[in-house]
């Protein structure tokens, strides 16, 4: 059984379709990329998910259990976490304060105080600018701030919205490797990229987007042999 479950969803904006009839599923403690140009709908079906936006069709389960009619808090009650993109953190917030309205929902905050020992082992660079604020850190520290952050919900699915959006190369590859080792750690992943080489390496899923239809799905490395990615994502082909 898939932790979550898309099943021939459809969202419109007005009368423009931006996913039409998507199916999908996310296996338990594995990591699922769902790739595509810009445009594509990837962010769309996030949305989706986390109930930010409403299906005009179709059904979306999580744990077996119908929620495309819950609230998006009732979602993250769940485990649902999306970590948007653009990052989004509190900018006149310490990052420790940040971290901590992470645990606001009723899952983690008995734990908090355990939670946030485990991110800032997990990102050390947090622990050490802890008391600044937001806004005066770097813009990889303050991806993984938004990462730790959705971590201190403790997500049963971590979603996640272009993590490398605007990163350079070097700390793109260290975001991607935390995220292969938050899932090592046994957090469920749906990551949502544009640079679609790396994000097929470290999952073992994945799914190609195209106008809002799913037009290839199969093992994350399968797909980066496939000839069509390899011409529209890669430029391997000519």
Same mark, same amino acid.
Request: hydrophobic content about 40%; glycine content about 8%; proline content about 3%.
């Given at each position: 059984?898939?932790?979550?479950?898309?099943?021939?969803?459809?969202?419109?904006?007005?009368?423009?379709?931006?996913?039409?009839?998507?199916?999908?599923?996310?296996?338990?403690?594995?990591?699922?990329?769902?790739?595509?140009?810009?445009?594509?709908?990837?962010?769309?079906?996030?949305?989706?998910?986390?109930?930010?936006?409403?299906?005009?069709?179709?059904?979306?389960?999580?744990?077996?259990?119908?929620?495309?009619?819950?609230?998006?808090?009732?979602?993250?009650?769940?485990?649902?976490?999306?970590?948007?993109?653009?990052?989004?953190?509190?900018?006149?917030?310490?990052?420790?304060?940040?971290?901590?309205?992470?645990?606001?929902?009723?899952?983690?905050?008995?734990?908090?105080?355990?939670?946030?020992?485990? *991110?800032? %082992?997990? /990102?050390? @660079? =947090? #622990?050490?600018?802890?008391? &600044?604020?937001?806004?005066? !850190?770097?813009?990889?520290?303050?991806?993984?701030?938004?990462?730790?952050?959705?971590?201190?919900?403790?997500?049963?699915?971590?979603?996640?919205?272009?993590?490398?959006?605007?990163?350079?190369?070097?700390? *793109?590859? %260290?975001? /991607?490797? @935390? =995220? #292969?080792?938050?899932?090592? &750690?046994?957090?469920?992943? !749906?990551?949502?990229?544009?640079?679609?080489?790396?994000?097929?390496?470290?999952?073992?899923?994945?799914?190609?987007?195209?106008?809002?239809?799913?037009?290839?799905?199969?093992?994350?490395?399968?797909?980066?042999?496939?000839?069509?990615?390899?011409?529209?994502?890669?430029?391997?082909?000519?």
């Amino acid at each position: 059984m898939s932790l979550l479950r898309l099943e021939n969803i459809s969202v419109c904006y007005g009368d423009v379709f931006a996913l039409r009839e998507v199916s999908l599923g996310i296996e338990e403690k594995l990591i699922t990329s769902l790739v595509g140009a810009n445009g594509a709908g990837k962010s769309t079906a996030l949305r989706a998910i986390s109930g930010l936006v409403q299906c005009s069709r179709g059904s979306i389960y999580f744990e077996d259990r119908k929620i495309e009619r819950l609230s998006t808090d009732q979602r993250v009650e769940m485990g649902l976490i999306q970590i948007p993109e653009g990052r989004l953190v509190f900018p006149y917030m310490t990052a420790k304060e940040n971290l901590e309205t992470g645990s606001m929902c009723r899952r983690s905050r008995g734990e908090r105080k355990e939670n946030l020992e485990k *991110v800032m %082992e997990m /990102f050390p @660079i =947090l #622990r050490e600018r802890r008391q &600044q604020l937001a806004s005066t !850190l770097s813009g990889g520290e303050q991806q993984m701030l938004a990462i730790a952050r959705g971590l201190m919900a403790r997500p049963r699915l971590l979603m996640l919205d272009e993590p490398s959006l605007g990163l350079s190369p070097l700390l *793109v590859k %260290e975001i /991607f490797q @935390i =995220l #292969r080792k938050i899932n090592d &750690q046994g957090t469920t992943i !749906l990551l949502v990229e544009q640079n679609v080489r790396q994000s097929l390496e470290i999952a073992h899923y994945g799914y190609v987007l195209e106008n809002g239809r799913i037009v290839l799905s199969a093992g994350a490395q399968e797909i980066i042999k496939n000839d069509h990615v390899r011409k529209a994502y890669l430029g391997l082909l000519k």
